[in-house]
Every structure is written in C-alpha cells, then in structure tokens.
T-cell receptor
Framework: DTGVSQNPRHKITKRGQNVTFRCDPISEHNRLYWYRQTLGQGPEFLTYFQNEAQLEKSRLLSDRFSAERPKGSFSTLEIQRTEQGDSAMYLC?????????????FGEGSRLTVL | QQQVKQSPQSLIVQKGGISIINCAYENTAFDYFPWYQQFPGKGPALLIA?????SEKKEGRFTISFNKSAKQFSLHIMDSQPGDSATYFCAAAENNDMRFGAGTRLTVKP
C-alpha cells in the first residue's frame, strides 16, 4: 500500500490522558499536513511540515497540541491532557509540492474519542 | 478560520439528475480551488480542481464553474449516480494554506 497511512485508526481515552497519532506519508512527498475534522465540518488545518521543518504551527488549537517530523518521513501528533472537546477525526495528508500546486493525499484518519 | 462558505449542507437528487454545490471565498490571495470527495470512514480524495485564470473546467461528469469577480465557484455533477453519494468539500488554497468548506452531503436516489 503506497498511500498515506495513519495509526491508530481509533483511540478511546479518558479525559486528562495524553494521546499520540502517527502518520506515514507517501514516501516521495516532502510536505505533510495535519487537519482536524469534527462531525459535519470540513477539515481544519492544524500544522504542516516541509521535510523535517515545521513551517506553520500557529493554528495548532492550543499548547496541548504538538507535532513532530523528526527525520522528514513519518510524523506524530500529540495531544496532552485531553479534553472532551478534542474528540474528532485527525487527518494527515501529504503532497509533493505546495498545497496550491496539486493534490493533497489524505489518510483515512485517526478517530479520537475522549470520555 | 472558515474562509470558505459552502451550500447546501445536504442535497438529495434523483439518479440521472444534476447536482449543484456552491462555494464562496473571501481571500483574494487564494489561487487554487479543489473539490474533494469523502466517503464514510475514508479520507477526502481530490475530485477536480481549477485555477482562477479559467472560468470552467470539465472532467467527465464533473464540472467546476468559477466566477473570480464574485469570488464564487460551484461543482456540477451531471447524470448523478447512486455511487456519487458522498460528502463533497470545496477548498481554496494559497501556498500551503488550504481552507475547506463545511461540506455537502449528497444523496443520489436510484
């Protein structure tokens, strides 16, 4: 499978716990994006990387959210001290060029439920 | 953050009919306007896209109409099929900043 892979697909956690999601992009893609999608809404941009550099992180929802892409390949999104409002689908996408030059390839998402 | 407004929220059409979804944007710096299709349990997938230097783009049964002066664009699905039933998102991008509309849930009845 050469598409974008996300793990885990589903995560149920208790309020206050930390969670981490992993994204493996298409191998030759140098750009990687994280989005959040809540029920009935479109994807909401969180952050993006070009290779290992995080070039936009001002839209991370709070300082409880952080993302890394240590070697310019896979990426992780961590949410600390989860809250019920964090329940959503977290989508990862990758692209070869910038978002306005071509297709973003999305993974199937990681669904978070915070009890 | 929502700079792209999409309507309607939901749409029901008969098989063979035309589905029309509309979007409006605010930021004139956007220079790429894609439509994404999402099936339940899947991530969005690119359907068709347009740049503001053209007014229309057609790919098979799918057409984007673009009105730069009005800052509006629309997706037309001709001869709609039950397999087209999905959620459709318009989007607008400037560099690596892509903003999505809230989505339209399309149901095509056989």
């Amino acid at each position: 499978d050469t598409g974008v892979s996300q793990n885990p697909r589903h995560k149920i956690t208790k309020r206050g716990q930390n969670v981490t999601f992993r994204c493996d992009p298409i191998s030759e893609h140098n750009r990687l994006y994280w989005y959040r999608q809540t029920l009935g809404q479109g994807p909401e941009f969180l952050t993006y990387f070009q290779n290992e550099a995080q070039l936009e992180k001002s839209r991370l929802l709070s300082d409880r959210f952080s993302a890394e892409r240590p070697k310019g390949s896979f990426s992780t999104l961590e949410i600390q001290r989860t809250e019920q409002g964090d329940s959503a689908m977290y989508l990862c996408a990758s692209s070869l060029g910038s978002a306005n030059t071509g297709e973003l390839f999305f993974g199937e998402g990681s669904r978070l439920t915070v009890l | 953050q929502q700079q792209v407004k999409q309507s309607p929220q939901s749409l029901i059409v008969q098989k063979g009919g035309i589905s029309i979804i509309n979007c409006a944007y605010e930021n004139t710096a956007f220079d790429y306007f894609p439509w994404y299709q999402q099936f339940p349990g899947k991530g969005p997938a690119l359907l068709i896209a347009i740049r503001p230097d053209v007014s229309e783009k057609k790919e098979g049964r799918f057409t984007i109409s673009f009105n730069k002066s009005a800052k509006q664009f629309s997706l037309h699905i001709m001869d709609s099929q039950p397999g087209d039933s999905a959620t459709y998102f318009c989007a607008a991008a400037e560099n690596n900043d892509m903003r999505f509309g809230a989505g339209t849930r399309l149901t095509v009845k056989p």
